[in-house]
């Protein structure tokens, strides 16, 4: 996940809305149409490899076969889709040919046109940084765990005395108060109620696993730490590249995570400064269950499948829900190639709010990052909905 967990390189370096969250806002039908459109229609689409695609699909029927409980709750699943889960899951073992006739049989391919704009993609992922179990004089910049008087509010919910839109709250003796601000926090609100789960070199290292919501941390032993998200303070989030553009610091053109995050090491107090502009703060926990080969736990509750796993507006979209993506991806600042793959609806985030907005999961490490941080691209967004049952 990234802020409110998983949000995404691009968030740092693109123009987005600053929002304040997920709350109840207009239904699909008011913000896009669907048109229908059959699969021959979709460049690329006999050459994509659907058994790829098929099994990150397996992830997400097991989990609403299950019931299991997601991280940040989507759009109900219709019963459709849980019907074409199940068949699914009777035959996970599929090649290729039969995957892409799977997914011809049970959905049906529509184009999300919004009423205004158009499809935009950007790109996450999850970053690598060394750390310690222990503060000394290089590790220094704690990732806290989630604090005890922390009260995450429901989607479309709100509590008393708390403004409308803000996804947690406080808790005290004399009833509910909005969770402090990334400032107030750094700056030791939260006193004993959170304790360190580990200590990084950089601040910019923490805002970055912050705005990702997952990390692998590489401890002075040669293990590896991962953390994932556990919940956040409900304030809104605030682009620093955008506030970097608006400055004259940076271009948009040029700016890549590297350069993003070397600008943050080079100014410390004027990077301090900067990052408080974002007030969203997120908590973390030890993810020890994941095995190495495993992605970061996405919004819906199980790990993510680098290529494949694609976060959406869950306020929109149900988790699940196969997506086929048409635009370029990039390979360096100048340079592109197609992107026409079928990705599969498994996380989102607080920057990824439209019909028509996706973010790609990229996977883990260095090199993930850097391909994170050019995709923020023009895109056909194309929603495969379940066949009506007969």
Known sequence: MRDAGRVLVACLLVWTLSMSGAAAGPALKDLARLEPLAFEDLPGWEADDHAAAFRAFLRSCRALEAASAE???AQAPQGNLLAVCREALKTPEVGK??????????????TVVPHSGGGFLTGYYEPEFQGSRTPDSTYR??????PQDLVTIPQGETLPGIEKGFQAA???????????????????????????IVFLREPGEAFIIHVQGSARIRLADGSVMRVAYAGRNGRPY?????????????????????KLMGWLKDHPEPAKALMRKNESYIFFREAAELAPEDGPIGG???????GRSLAVDRSLWAYGLPVWLDGRLPLTLDEAEPLQRLMIAQDTGSAIVGPARGDFFFGSGEEAGRRAGLLRHSVRFVVLQPKPRS
């Not at 040919?97 to 529509?110: D, G, I, L, S, V």
């Not at 406080?170 to 304790?195: C, H, K, M, V």
């Open 141 to 146: 910049v704690p990732l806290l765990d989630r």
């Open 300 to 306: 819906a509750g199980h790990p993510l499948v680098p």
């Open 238 to 258: 605030t682009s620093i590249g955008r506030v970097l553009v608006q400055q004259g610091e940076m271009d948009l053109e040029s700016m890549t995570l590297a």
């Open 71 to 73: 991280l940040r709750p």
């Open 170 to 196: 406080r808790r005290t003796a004399n009833g509910y108060e909005p969770y402090p601000d990334r400032a107030a926090i750094e700056d030791g609100a939260l006193r004993d109620l959170a304790s360190p």
């Open 97 to 110: 040919a039969e995957a892409k006739r799977f997914f011809e049989t049970h959905f049906q391919p529509h």
